[in-house]
């Protein structure tokens, strides 16, 4: 390939060791593109022109295309900027928790976003802009970088959108580039907190582990969460003596063609939000004669209010390994991927721990436990785009491509990632397949609802007295989820829950006896989507929570399709009329609301990808169920 390489741009020593450590002796392959482009990142802070110009050499991609992966993902600069990198979360989970103000507390402490500081707090002097690369166009909208100093401790902060930590918020990651130490989430963090890891990048209030049911008396019914605080996450040996791989001895000894009857006796349906049974889909793909198969594990966790997957890859990660193995055995797949959320540096660690001590014993690789099996994982990081959670832009950003979602049909059992059949499930719905090969099918199926069979996981977060992560068996009621984690806190009024996640929908205090199953939230028009259970009391403001939704869509909208690229713009402009309107005392205006409905209809129509789809629902439910005539409708 003729490459047309920026001109006069050489990646300097550090940046051609860590690009060439994460390429290796491969073969020109453009899937190798995203891994290349986090270890420019991790290098020296941003993906230089020359550091670009070096992976699309190495990778045979033209650096027009690789620049616009590398511009597509938020986790990545394309502008010379500071080594450190404070990301305050701002979103809903975090807002209720006073990250506003810990955001305008920075701003008038440190300066605004994206402010170069150097050690000491101390304001650096200007830097003129650096163009991201020569006679490329500038990007409006991308946060204004500057040269950072030569200082190795300069760092800037910048408003974050979900990082995961809604149980533990507020939430910060520092994202550090020339430094061992690497990127590292904090929890309940305060000004002070986040003060010190823009000066020295040290995290002083590290994340937690935060599931209710396993402190104290343990609940006896915990299916998927029952190793968590129990088993050592880093240790083989330890998930072993707690009956890890017990599941994966019995399905060699099965077969495949019993694993796929007994994932189809479970009724199990996906986890990720659209229920789709999984041994359906994992028959499609074994009995599909295209050659070779493809495993992907969707753990790209990005809804906001969402962490469930997160806990279970940092405290059970073999669990997820012997799953996939399992998965991959019974649907004739001899590579697995693993896509997980670039802003989840414990989870990632804990995983590729994993993968390393699974594969030197021989239950990853070419011979797994000695039956001839051949099956590996390879874990892959994202990079901050909220789409590739959605399972055919997920393919495209494995591919080297940027992540936009594609058109269905084919769909993924037919022609999935490098157009090959491909398994993806998520990373709860993975959990399930131990507790069904340990006790079969039919049992699985006979616990939860006919129509939801096991057990599911729960994020409860928000304005509740024991945030954290649940497990409850299906058919449960709202309610109930509520008063297993202590009900609303401070025994306030409760006003509002956000179920499903900013996808999802709003749900009145008299629609608290809702069963949670997928048949019952359904019938009630509401989603259980990712599990997410949000509380809101009568101290906050819905209208700022609505414009917070919004403007998460519009960010992560990929811009694609027209539908979603300009109706989540539309939407946001329309909400901050009509809160500004009910702060005016002029009332809601019907014209907005009317204008948010016919933008929700178009979105949910003609947009190519659930993004589109579902981008208004919450905004939707919210306008249609609670008063926000007045000043005092907060």
Same mark, same amino acid.
């Given at each position: ?432 397949? @131990? %507790? ?8 699985? !199926? =006979?616990?939860? /609802?006919? #129509? $939801?069979?096991?057990?599911? +996981? ?53 629609? @608290? %006896? ?8 359904? !019938? =009630?028009?509401? /989603?259980? #989507? $990712?599990?997410?259970?949000? +509380? ?99």
């Amino acid at each position: 390939m003729d490459l047309h390489l920026i001109p006069g741009a050489v990646a300097s020593n550090d940046e051609r060791e860590a690009i060439d450590a994460a390429i290796g002796s491969a073969v020109p392959a453009r899937h190798l593109l995203l891994p290349a482009l986090h270890a420019a990142q991790a290098s020296v802070g941003w993906v230089s022109p020359g550091a670009l110009n070096h992976i699309c050499t190495r990778l045979s991609v033209p650096p027009a295309e690789g620049f616009g992966v590398a511009s597509f993902y938020a986790m990545f600069a394309t502008k010379r900027r500071a080594l450190r990198t404070v990301h305050v979360c701002d979103d809903i989970a975090c807002r209720v928790k006073g990250a506003e103000g810990l955001c305008r507390a920075l701003e008038a402490r440190v300066g605004p976003a994206w402010t170069p500081q150097t050690a000491g707090l101390r304001t650096s002097p200007p830097y003129e802009d650096s163009p991201p690369y020569e006679d490329s166009p500038s990007d409006e909208d991308s946060p204004p970088y500057k040269d950072s100093p030569s200082d190795e401790s300069a760092a800037t902060w910048v408003r974050s959108p979900c990082l995961g930590l809604c149980e533990q918020a507020p939430a910060a990651l520092i994202q550090r580039a020339a430094d061992p130490r690497g990127d590292e989430a904090m929890s309940h963090v305060s000004l002070d907190d986040l003060l010190t890891a823009i000066d020295s990048g040290s995290a002083t209030a590290p994340q937690r582990v935060m599931v209710p049911q396993i402190e104290g008396t343990r609940d006896p019914a915990l299916r998927l969460l029952r190793r968590v605080g129990v088993a050592d996450p880093s240790s083989l040996d330890d998930y072993r003596a707690h009956g890890g791989y017990v599941a994966l001895r019995k399905a060699l000894s099965l077969g495949p063609e019993r694993v796929l009857r007994e994932v189809n006796d479970s009724k199990l349906l996906g986890r990720g939000g659209a229920a789709f049974p999984t041994g359906r889909k994992w028959e499609w793909v074994a009995r599909n004669p295209v050659r070779p198969h493809y495993l992907v594990c969707n753990a790209d966790e990005s809804e906001p209010g969402t962490f469930k997957d997160r806990v279970i890859m940092e405290e059970d990660p073999f669990a997820l390994v012997e799953a996939m193995t399992i998965a991959g055995y019974a649907t004739g797949c001899e590579q697995g991927y693993l896509y997980i959320r670039g802003e989840y540096p414990k989870a990632t660690q804990r995983l590729q721990n994993a993968l390393a001590q699974a594969r030197a014993r021989g239950w990853l690789g070419d011979n797994i436990m000695g039956e001839g099996v051949r099956f590996d994982i390879e874990l892959r990081r994202g990079a901050g785009a909220y789409i590739c959670g959605e399972e055919t832009s997920l393919f495209n950003s494995l591919e080297g491509l940027r992540g936009e979602p594609r058109n269905k049909p084919p769909f993924p059992v037919n022609v999935g990632l490098f157009g090959k059949p491909t398994v993806v499930n998520n990373v709860e719905t993975f959990a399930n397949v @131990l %507790d069904i090969l340990a006790h079969g099918g039919p049992a699985f !199926a =006979a616990s939860g /609802t006919s #129509g $939801s069979s096991g057990t599911k +996981l729960f994020c409860v977060s928000g304005c509740v007295t024991k945030p954290g992560l649940y497990e409850a068996p299906f058919g449960i009621s709202l309610r109930d989820v509520i008063a297993l984690a202590g009900g609303v806190a401070e025994g306030r009024a409760l006003k509002a829950v956000l179920l499903g996640g900013a996808a999802g929908v709003f749900v009145t205090p008299d629609e @608290l %006896d809702m069963p949670l199953t997928f048949e019952g939230t359904r !019938a =009630a028009g509401a /989603t259980l #989507g $990712s599990g997410v259970i949000m +509380l809101f009391d009568d101290r906050v403001d819905l209208g700022d929570i609505l414009i917070r939704i919004a403007a998460f869509f519009r960010d992560e909208s990929c811009g694609q399709c027209v539908p979603c690229r300009i109706g989540t713009i539309r939407q946001e402009e329309a909400l901050h009329r009509l809160m500004a309107a009910r702060t005016n005392g002029a009332g809601a205006s019907a014209r907005e609301v009317g204008l948010i409905n016919d933008l929700a209809m178009v979105m949910r129509d003609a947009s190519i990808c659930g993004l589109g789809q579902t981008a208004a629902s919450a905004v939707q439910s919210a306008l249609q169920k609670f008063s926000f005539d007045s000043p005092e409708a907060r």
